[in-house]
């Protein structure tokens, strides 16, 4: 954290003491929004023991909380999430909705049997998803619509050319991009303004660090960084042991699957002797390690119960001196993890790894 970051006093879940929530700007042209997000896709989607009430409670002790940037997926759960969004927005204390950004990514194609389909990036798509997503979120607008993935069949240019237009309509407020790579992120920041780039990030997971983050950094683009837990493996919580449901993504996920988990949890327990060194617990850690990458970087975090929230809120009291950060570099070393971060199906759609 650094003395330049602007902070709002806020109500922390955990303890109820008014605790000061630092706010990042999302790039030269976007939003100021909490230092640290809440994403909402394991509330309706891709995780098992979904719990909608908890869900809610989680986003309302979020919003409480200070935590502005909600972010989510109009496929998540084929509409639910956002849904799940407006009523949390709905019964929320006033003001909830203007203070918060709300996050949509679009263009991830559904079936009836919960199957995926390609993306959807074409013009005429882009105005129909965000119709939906309007109707579902129960607004005038939304603060940040981005595509999901690349679409390999239509031009970058044209997808956000469509989102501009949907700017200038005043339905949406800034244009955001998902998991696209140094050449898409130009040729896009060439169309219209682009507040930031959502993209994995973690101390597992640095493909970023080579060219992406220094493109972005270099045309003004923010990052907001998903996966700062690489979907709870290095939590702290997760233990080798645990039985996943089949409709669990991590069940199929490579980093989870066999000796590729044994010896990334072997990493988990060499930064969690960090973290007890610390007093802190080896999420908030790994949560205050993104924070530490860059003002210019917004970690989102997908928890969806209250302890974890909190939990996650306490990294933003994290402070990590130099000797700290060798200590975590020493523990858990770029490129140290074992297993691609999604299966070969799913990496193959990906500009980012192109």
Do not use: C
Request: hydrophobic content about 40%.
């Amino acid at each position: 954290m650094t003395s330049s970051e602007k902070t709002t006093p806020v109500t922390t879940p955990a303890s109820g003491a008014p605790s000061p929530v630092p706010t990042r700007r999302l790039g030269s042209t976007g939003p100021r929004v909490s230092a640290l997000g809440l994403g909402a896709m394991g509330m309706s989607a891709l995780y098992e023991g979904g719990d909608r009430a908890e869900s809610l409670a989680t986003l309302h002790a979020a919003l409480d909380a200070g935590v502005t940037l909600i972010d989510t997926g109009d496929f998540y759960g084929m509409g639910s999430n956002e849904m799940l969004i407006n009523e949390a927005l709905r019964t929320a204390p006033a003001g909830a909705r203007e203070r918060a950004v709300i996050s949509v990514k679009f263009g991830g194609m559904r079936d009836p049997d919960n199957g995926w389909g390609p993306v959807d990036g074409r013009p005429a798509a882009v105005r129909n998803f965000a119709a939906y997503s309007l109707q579902r979120l129960g607004t005038d607008h939304i603060d940040i619509y981005r595509l999901a993935r690349v679409d390999p069949a239509v031009p970058i240019e044209e997808t956000v050319g469509a989102i501009a237009e949907l700017v200038q309509a005043g339905h949406v407020r800034h244009i955001g991009l998902s998991e696209a790579g140094a050449d898409t992120v130009r040729r896009a920041a060439s169309v219209a303004p682009i507040s930031d780039l959502q993209i994995e990030y973690s101390l597992i997971s640095r493909g970023i660090e080579d060219t992406i983050l220094p493109t972005a950094r270099e045309l003004g683009i923010g990052i907001t960084a998903y996966g700062v837990l690489s979907r709870g493996l290095i939590s702290g919580h997760f233990t080798p042991d645990r039985e996943l449901a089949a409709t669990d993504f991590r069940a199929i996920s490579p980093r989870f699957q066999g000796e590729n988990l044994r010896h990334n949890l072997e990493l988990v327990e060499s930064l969690r002797k960090v973290a007890e060194q610390k007093g802190v617990t080896v999420a908030q850690t790994a949560i205050a390690w993104v924070l530490s990458r860059g003002e210019d970087i917004v970690p989102l975090v997908g928890a969806r119960h209250r302890d974890r929230l909190a939990e996650s809120l306490g990294a933003l009291a994290v402070t990590l001196d130099a000797d700290d950060l060798a200590a975590i570099e020493r523990a858990v070393p770029a490129g140290a993890a074992q297993g691609d971060r999604y299966p070969s199906s799913q990496m193959a759609h990906l500009d980012s790894e192109h």
